[in-house]
């Protein structure tokens, strides 16, 4: 009997638990997947000389195509 009522307690106690851990997953779900719908990412670009990539913001645009510094762009289209 006392096997019983322990077994109990402990189901009691994982089902608590469970839905204790459950519940703010529920709550952050629908924040989460919101999350990156107002802000999605900006298309980077590829400097030409060295290959990093930028916002287009940052870019410097040359006859050839984009680079990361006005120093890039003069090493390649001079
Ligand atoms: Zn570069």
């Given at each position: 009997?006392?096997?019983l009522?322990l ?5 009691l ?10 519940a703010p ?6 924040a989460?997947?919101a999350?990156p719908e107002?802000a ?11 290959g990093v990539?930028?916002?287009p913001?940052d870019a410097i645009?040359?006859?050839?195509g984009?680079y990361?510094?006005?120093a890039?762009r ?5």
């Amino acid at each position: 009997m006392k096997f019983l009522l322990l077994l109990g307690l402990f189901l009691l106690i994982g089902y608590c638990w469970r839905s204790l851990r459950s519940a703010p997953a529920r709550v952050a779900a629908p924040a989460a997947g919101a999350a990156p719908e107002p802000a999605p990412a900006p298309t980077m670009l590829r400097c030409l000389h060295c290959g990093v990539h930028l916002p287009p913001a940052d870019a410097i645009t040359g006859h050839a195509g984009v680079y990361c510094s006005e120093a890039h762009r003069a090493i390649r289209e001079r």
